[in-house]
């Protein structure tokens, strides 16, 4: 029986986020003047209904001292292609996804209309734009995320943290947010470099263990640091000491 109650569970839940892509999906066929408004907060509850059919518990861990400020620049490891859906099912935010995001799919339509940002990675030109559109973005009153390893690296921290989220708060003086996130079961969630976007959605329904942990922590002023350099090194080094708190 419990496997049946399972099964229904998660039927029901795919139904559910079929019928709701489809209504995402016409929306965002509207003027982008008119999507402004609703849109975002649509696409947080769309994240957190793919999170649901997806079988994924996510667990929110709250390390800050005090209320989250009302608006941030939030960071997060990325072992993963599910944060592109589970950071905005906690928080409201506006991703920053690769380029080729854009193209999945009916996820890069959706993402699009929510106002996400793309950069192509490889082109340096292309990567000082999305720094001018985040910034421009911020400044707008938008809370953003992004990942400071430029993509996903794998399980573990990859070398060093690159400047993009540091350079954004310190020419805004909005604070950096951090979240370390990982999953119990890190191999089925892990995004490999030759994986699609299906293999990796059932790679993670078939998982021995689907609960995830984001902790969240104090954010991080700008005026704490010299400049970008220390700013970004300050930061990776907290990171390293939750990955060895957390994960080793």
Known sequence: MLWFAKWLRLTLAWLDLCAFTLLMLLLARLPMALLSAR???????WCRCF???????????????????????????HPSALEDVGIPAFFPVRNLAKEEVRHW????????AAGTLFVKREEKEARQTALLNMIAAVKAGHSI?????GGCKGRRLWDKFLYGAFIVSIETQIPILPVFLYYEAQEAFEWGP????????????RSPNHVAHYHVFDPLEASQFKDKDDYANQTYALYSGWQKRFLE
């Open 51 to 77: 999170v649901r059919a997806l079988g994924v518990e996510l667990r929110l861990h709250q390390h800050h001292k005090k209320p989250l400020p009302p608006q941030y620049i939030l960071i997060a490891n």
């Open 105 to 112: 799919w009916f996820v890069g339509r959706i993402a699009e």
């Open 145 to 149: 995320a992004l990942y400071p390893e």
């Open 39 to 45: 849109y975002p907060s649509l696409f947080q509850a």
């Open 194 to 205: 030759n994986t699609t976007l299906i293999q990796k959605i059932w790679q993670i329904m």
